[in-house]
């Protein structure tokens, strides 16, 4: 069974950073792409920033120059730095990830339970 378990969210002010992880953990042949999207209260749940397979780091134009995204492959992290925080940064954030399990030739789609950034004075 493969799980991804988020940490580090949390109430800041406006300016402050903070830094979110998100491990990856069990049966694991291999891990394709990571990322991290974020969901507001009564918005749809958006791409944040996403490490492809391979391939350079995609931001979301609002986070642009103040998040980070950065990979450890042999620990199967994920993490996220985030600088200079806006009141319109709050919200759920959440790890994703193509997996493919080890034994299935698959390349599955998980999800992390989310953690909670609140920018707000």
């Known amino acids: 069974q493969v799980q991804l378990v988020e940490s580090g969210g949390g109430l800041v002010q406006p300016g402050g950073s903070l830094r979110l992880s998100c491990a990856a953990s069990?049966?694991?042949?291999?891990?394709?792409?990571m990322g991290w999207y974020r969901q507001a209260p009564g918005k749809q749940r958006e791409s944040v920033a996403i490490?492809?397979?391979?391939?350079?780091?995609n931001y979301a134009d609002s986070v642009k120059g103040r998040f980070t995204v950065s990979k450890d492959n042999a620990k199967n992290t994920l993490n996220l730095q985030m600088n200079s925080l806006r009141p319109e940064d709050t919200a759920v954030y959440y790890c994703n990830a193509l997996i493919r399990p080890r034994g299935s030739p698959l390349l599955n789609r998980y999800w992390g339970q989310g953690t909670q950034v609140t920018v707000s004075s």
């Open positions: 069990g049966s694991i042949d291999s891990i394709n792409a």
């Open positions: 490490i492809p397979s391979g391939g350079e780091p």
